[in-house]
């Protein structure tokens, strides 16, 4: 997955190594400075896991296009919510994270 941009760069989480882990691997961010700090980067800010309660308003903006992003979702195992068209060629689909956190992601139809 190619991330672009994400409205909130704090996921709130009950276990925040678990939610690393799901970021990391399931959104393919890229991690910066130690291994230990466990802080994720996308389009140049870090973003940072706070102890917290689930929020129902991410935005992720993707490169890539529909299939893939249904296989690749499919190939971590994650579950899409919900898809609706959207203007301009782009679809966004609803997913949540481990931590329950709603995530939608819009990509190119």
């Known amino acids: 997955m190619k991330a672009r941009k994400l409205n909130h760069k704090e996921i709130p989480a009950t276990d925040p190594n ?4 799901f970021w990391r691997d399931v959104f ?7 291994q230990t700090d466990r802080i994720l980067v996308v389009d140049h800010e870090d973003l940072t896991f706070v102890t917290g309660e689930p929020r129902a308003d991410f935005e992720l903006l993707v490169r ?14 994650v579950a899409i919510e919900q ?15 481990s931590e329950g956190n709603t995530v939608v992601i ?4």
């Open 18 to 21: 678990r939610a690393f882990r």
């Open 28 to 34: 393919d961010l890229p991690q910066t400075g130690q």
């Open 64 to 77: 890539d296009h529909l299939p893939e992003l249904r296989q690749h979702l499919a190939n971590n195992f």
């Open 83 to 97: 898809e609706e068209v959207r203007f301009g060629n782009k679809v966004a689909v609803t997913v949540h994270d």
């Open 106 to 109: 819009e990509a190119n139809a």
